[in-house]
């Protein structure tokens, strides 16, 4: 299961971000295939990308003169929720697979959750309400609307729109100022961390996530428990990456639907829904 996630996260990576003319000569892919979005956290602003970040396209709506609903938006996340949930985050997101490598290298004493957890984990929510919404709309900068979540906070961004842009495009890199190291200030601290913590973007940060988390409980990939053959030896909690019980599994707003808990159950007795 291990592999399989792994090389679908690898060829989904690619082929989001497999625009190598943009990367090579430091331009963002601007074709019609930007006016769709792609489910996972796939920066708008990365050199390779050939789609656009669902959560961009809310704030670029938000952003708007006037208000407008962003119906297209929402109707995006509720097909991709309906059908996936956190699937997305586990699957098809390329920040999370840079996360998940990170987390394999094998330096320092491993943890699935930061002390304060239970407190920490409405971090994204509160990303979701007053960098995305609230700061899309009518926050910062003034009263003028701001991208906020893209401008201030996300990693992703950085990661593959800042730095591969920055280092094929001269012009750029000498208009590179205070903003830009303070966003490469919380890429390094969320990269280095991945490698101790499993997933802190995802588990404490991202607004993406917490969105296609309400879809959990009803989504139709699902893993499903077989409450009475389970023995109750807790594999499953120990296998999974988030320390979530044979209760919470696929129903709690944190499942990423990784399939570790149903690999490592004894008595086969967690398997994805069919």
Request: proline letters at 5%.
């Amino acid at each position: 299961m291990k592999r399989l996630r792994l090389a679908v996260q690898i060829i989904y990576t690619i082929l989001t971000n497999g625009y190598l003319y943009g990367f090579l000569n430091g331009r963002i892919y601007q074709g019609n295939l930007k006016y769709i979005c792609v489910p996972g956290l796939n920066c708008y602003s990365c050199p390779g990308a050939v789609g656009s970040c669902p959560i961009g396209a809310l704030q670029a709506v938000l952003n708007e003169q006037g208000f407008r609903v962003p119906f297209a938006v929402i109707g995006f996340f509720f097909l991709f929720g309906s059908l996936l949930g956190r699937f997305v985050c586990g699957w098809l997101c390329p920040f999370g697979l840079v996360q998940d490598l990170l987390h394999k290298i094998p330096v320092f004493r491993k943890r699935k959750r930061l002390p304060f957890h239970h407190v920490l984990k409405y971090g994204k929510y509160v990303v979701l309400a007053l960098l995305v919404c609230v700061g899309s709309m009518f926050l910062f900068s003034g009263f003028a609307k701001v991208p906020a979540f893209c401008k201030y906070l996300c990693p992703s961004g950085t990661l593959f729109g800042a730095l591969p842009l920055l280092g094929a495009n001269g012009q750029l890199r000498s208009q590179a100022g205070l903003l830009f190291f303070w966003k490469l200030g919380i890429l390094l601290v969320i990269l280095i961390l991945s490698v101790k913590v499993y997933r802190p973007f995802c588990q404490y940060l991202c607004p993406l996530g917490t969105v296609y988390g309400w879809f959990n409980r009803f989504s139709l990939v699902q893993i499903h428990w077989e409450k009475e053959r389970c023995s109750s030896c807790m594999a499953c909690k120990k296998a999974c990456p988030v320390d979530l019980s044979p209760e919470e599994i696929s129903v709690s707003t944190e499942c990423i639907r990784c399939g570790q808990c149903a690999a490592a159950c004894p008595e086969k007795c967690l398997h994805f829904k069919k």
